[in-house]
C-alpha cells in the first residue's frame, strides 16, 4: 500500500509560481515511477509531468514544457515547480504513482496509487 500527500498548493497572481510537494509512505520509493496530474472543474485528468525512479527519464505535457519541473529525492518525496503561471493553470493538482518504475507513462488509468490532490489556483 501507498499513502500519498500532496501540499504546496494555494492561491497566486498570474505570473507567479509555487512549488508542490508529495510525500510517499512507502517503504522502497524507488520502485515507483512519479508523475503529476491535474483536473480542472469540469475537464478531465490531464497529465502535467512524470519521472521514472531514478530520474533518467522525464516528460511533461508539451503545453507546460519550460515552465514546470519534475524532480524527486531518494527518500520519498516527488515536487513539481510551477513558474509563470496562468489563470488556466487553476486544478486540482495530484501525485500518483505506478510500479513499472523505469517508465513514465501519461495515461491516469495506468496508475496504481493517487493522492487526495492540493488545489491551485492562479488568478489574472
Known amino acids: 500500500q501507498v499513502l500519498l500527500v500532496e501540499s504546496g498548493g494555494g492561491s497566486v497572481q498570474a505570473g507567479g509560481s509555487l512549488k508542490l510537494s508529495c510525500v510517499a509512505s512507502v517503504r522502497t520509493f524507488s520502485r515507483y515511477a512519479m508523475s503529476w496530474f491535474r483536473q480542472a472543474p469540469g475537464k478531465e485528468r490531464e497529465f502535467v509531468g512524470g519521472i521514472n525512479w531514478n530520474g533518467s527519464r522525464i516528460q511533461y505535457a508539451d503545453s507546460l514544457k519550460g515552465r514546470f519541473t519534475i524532480s524527486r529525492n531518494n527518500q520519498n518525496a516527488v515536487y513539481l515547480q510551477m513558474n509563470s503561471l496562468k489563470p488556466e493553470d487553476t486544478a486540482v493538482y495530484l501525485c500518483?504513482?505506478?510500479?513499472?518504475?523505469?517508465?513514465?507513462?501519461?495515461?491516469?488509468?495506468?496508475?496504481?496509487?493517487w493522492g487526495q490532490g492540493t488545489q491551485v489556483t492562479v488568478s489574472s
Open positions: 500518483a504513482a505506478h510500479e513499472r518504475q523505469s517508465i513514465v507513462v501519461r495515461t491516469s488509468t495506468d496508475y496504481d496509487y
